[in-house]
């Protein structure tokens, strides 16, 4: 599928260029008839004869931006000085940092955050260890645990390479919840060892936010942990997708003017994620489901199925259906799916009921074309920024700890979850809902604070996630 140029390609490169006449216009001419997109121009330093100007230019991809320095180059005139790749620079170092929350100015309040006086507190906390969570950052603190195996579509590419994605992941908590989140990328796969790991380092966090654990193991890893731990367990990529995804079909619902225990839906995707988004479903009121993985339909006697697949069997598709995708989705009034690209067509799409609702969140390829779908489906969500409908975690992650932290919660469960997408979805008011807008901006002033009161009274009265 062809992309539009992103700033997540954005590069800036500095020319000189003859001062006077058509020279910057002509450079904007040459990007634009590339494919790229001008997005800042700015003269950096002028001379008699020249100017030096920093052009900077969305691009499709890394090669795209390749060949428009290409043609930058060829420009009569022009000489390139340097490239630089926006997104690389914003990690130049990474992209968090710690900060002491006290001044350290002189030696009295040296001795207070330090020793002597840091000394009584340690022995208050000592006698209670409930303390810790009044006297320490423990009360404002989350470890975002991954051990690189299954990192934002990329597979399985190792701790050091997932630290970008767990300081961007930290750096979201904090802009959007006020919340110090840490990053613990793991150098072990063995799920024995991750367990331990995470239990050891356990007392420091208020919460724990598991990421980008491939599967089956993160469905092992999050259970032991949860029966080993007194703070919540929280797979993002599990539980924080399910959220966003019952909020905006609460809402999607609510624009075809349908039901969520009426409507039949087809599931795409039987690993993490899927699992979790089908578990809330079903505890929000869906009755008719069925879910679809690689070898089709997941049904009661189908040979080869782990305790997952199992699972689903025993809890969807009543009547038995055993086919494949297509006729699976062929007159449902929901389709979601969290598995592959270029799955389904928008023939598949014509061929659902009537205000159909389609939810194709492979990413960065959906499962079927957006636009495709468009001509057929009422409403449309994908994983995707450049399309209205952006099912994105960061709406759910940071009220959810939110809550959890302010209500010094010591579990999570499922009451919890749907709490939190009915609030987000209440964002949305009646004025607003409509085809194109069924979640709120990230960047919603209400989102979080909503989430998270939310999260909060649904932990008032808690218990565990195996009681469900």
């Not at 389609?358 to 074309?369: H, I, Q, R, T, Y």
């Not at 009646?430 to 002033?445: K, M, Q, T, W």
Request: aromatic share 4%.
């Amino acid at each position: 599928m062809a992309t539009a140029p992103s700033v997540s390609y954005s590069i800036t490169v500095r020319l000189e260029v003859p001062a006077g006449g058509k020279a910057v216009s002509g450079i904007t001419h040459h990007v634009e008839h590339a494919g790229g997109v001008v997005t800042a121009l700015d003269v950096n330093t002028a001379a008699t004869d020249t100017l030096r100007i920093d052009v900077t230019i969305a691009t499709r991809d890394t090669e795209h931006a390749e060949a428009i320095v290409g043609v930058l180059e060829s420009i009569d005139g022009v000489k390139v000085h340097k490239v630089s790749d926006r997104t690389f620079l914003m990690h130049l170092g990474g992209k968090i940092e710690m900060q002491s929350k006290v001044p350290l100015r002189n030696r009295e309040e040296l001795s207070m955050a330090y020793t002597p006086g840091v000394a009584r507190v340690s022995l208050a906390i000592a006698r209670n260890k409930e303390d810790a969570r009044r006297l320490t950052i423990k009360r404002n603190s989350v470890a975002v645990v991954t051990d690189g195996s299954a990192v934002l579509g990329l597979g399985n590419i190792g701790p050091e390479a997932a630290m970008p994605v767990m300081e961007g992941k930290a750096a979201l908590f904090k802009r959007f919840a006020g919340i110090d989140a840490w990053p613990i990328c793991l150098d072990t796969q063995d799920t024995d060892e991750i367990v331990r790991i995470v239990q050891c380092i356990a007392p420091g966090f208020g919460g724990i936010n598991l990421e980008d654990i491939s599967a089956p193991r993160c469905f092992e890893i999050e259970a032991r942990l949860r029966e080993l731990l007194d703070i919540p367990v929280f797979h993002d990529d599990q539980h924080g997708t399910a959220i966003c995804v019952l909020a905006a079909l609460t809402n999607a619902l609510r624009v075809v003017r349908k039901d969520l225990g009426e409507v039949r839906i087809a599931m795409a995707g039987a690993g993490a994620a899927g699992s979790a988004i089908l578990k809330l479903l079903l505890h929000a009121g869906a009755k008719n489901v069925i879910v679809c993985d690689m070898h089709g339909s997941v049904h009661r006697g189908r040979e080869g199925m782990d305790g997952s697949l199992r699972w689903i069997a025993e809890h969807t598709n009543a009547e038995g259906y055993d086919g494949d995708l297509k006729g699976a989705v062929k007159g449902a009034d929901v389709f979601v799916g969290v598995s592959a690209p270029g799955i389904l067509t928008g023939d598949d799409v014509a061929g659902m009921a009537p205000d159909a609702i389609v939810f194709a969140l492979a990413n960065p390829e959906p499962e079927v074309s957006p636009d495709d779908a468009r001509e057929h489906a009422a409403v449309v969500a994908t994983g995707r920024s450049d399309y209205p409908n952006q099912i994105n975690n960061v709406l759910a992650f940071p009220g959810v700890f939110r809550g959890l932290l302010d209500a010094q919660a010591d579990v999570i469960n499922l009451d919890m979850l749907v709490a939190a997408a009915q609030a987000l979805a209440e964002v949305v008011t009646d004025a607003e809902l409509g085809p194109n807008y069924i979640v709120p901006s990230v960047f919603h002033p209400d989102v979080t604070t909503a989430v998270a009161a939310a999260v909060r009274e649904a932990a008032g009265g808690r218990k565990t996630y195996d009681e469900e």
